[in-house]
């Protein structure tokens, strides 16, 4: 899976959903967390529509986390504080990148979580 679909799935999850995927993988394997979750501040650029010139709109506040599950790097960047909520979603990004027998299992939870967002939507 492209790590920009990833990326929106796991954006529009919720806290609850990551938890139950991520949490039998952290219970499993060892993972190391290289940036623990913390807040941060991130600037939001925006299009200007006539002069189509970019411009910084201001800050949002977003928790970020890194983590590393058998030899491969999970990110997430999230709006929001939810410190739990990012922590898995980096952890399911490293997933996806390993070669682990979850790894089918977890993509595919998550292909159907976007067809039930796009259903919402």
Do not use: N
Not at 67 to 81: H, N, P, R, S, T
Request: hydrophobic content about 45%; some cysteine.
């Amino acid at each position: 899976m492209e790590i920009k679909r990833l990326s929106r799935i796991l954006g529009r999850c919720s806290k609850e959903t990551i938890e139950k995927l991520a949490q039998p993988i952290m219970k499993k394997y060892p993972v190391h967390i290289i940036r623990k979750p913390m807040k941060t501040l991130v600037m939001v650029r925006m299009k200007e529509t006539i002069a189509k010139a970019d411009f910084y709109l201001g800050e949002i506040l977003a928790c970020e986390a890194l983590v590393e599950l058998q030899g491969q790097k999970g990110f997430a960047l999230m709006a929001g504080d939810i410190m739990d909520k990012v922590l898995g979603a980096a952890v399911l990004d490293a997933v996806c990148k390993t070669d682990l027998p979850e790894k089918a299992q977890v993509e595919a939870a998550l292909l159907e979580e976007e067809k039930k967002q796009q259903a919402q939507h």
